[in-house]
């Protein structure tokens, strides 16, 4: 601010950088009959996003923890037949019937559940990546 300019009276809207009067320019009113400025009240859209948003990471978390939780029984599996005693080659695509020993030693056998007295743990079937699958023998599907 200049020291020789007038001070103007606080309801007189002047740009002492432009040196002109600008109230009309002002994206907010200037005068005490001006409108209101009333802020947006962005609470319940915040909380509308916020409630979305964490449904949709809720959900994601799901279908990843569902994902590990199958992965997990996956590796179990595969761990527990290929440590398993067996005498044979598994071909690939034939059924297969784990069991248990007395001794809790698990095996691999060909021999299904209804011919043996062995401790039955499931049935699986190898795949072309080596990979052991659990089947459900009442409906001979895969999990």
């Known amino acids: 601010m200049k020291k020789d300019a007038k001070k103007k009276p606080d309801l007189v809207v002047f740009n002492e ?12 009113g ?23 948003v964490n449904k949709q990471f809720k959900s ?3 279908e990843v923890k569902k994902e590990y939780e199958t992965l997990m029984q ?14 044979f080659e598994p071909i690939f695509g034939e059924n297969y019937h784990l069991y248990t020993t007395k001794n809790k030693e698990p ?3 060909i021999i299904s559940p209804e011919q043996c007295n062995f401790e039955y743990i499931g049935s699986f079937r190898l795949n072309t990546d080596k ?6 023998l009442k409906s001979n599907t895969e999990d």
């Open 17 to 28: 950088e432009s040196q002109q009067y600008d109230a009309a320019i002002k994206p907010y």
């Open 30 to 52: 200037t005068s005490a009959s001006s409108p209101v400025i009333t802020p947006l009240n962005t609470a319940s859209w915040k909380n509308d996003g916020i409630q979305r």
């Open 107 to 109: 095996f691999l056998s």
């Open 131 to 136: 990979m052991w699958e659990k089947l459900d």
């Open 60 to 62: 994601k978390f799901d």
């Open 74 to 87: 996956q590796f179990h599996y595969n761990d527990l037949i290929y440590n398993a005693k067996f005498n």
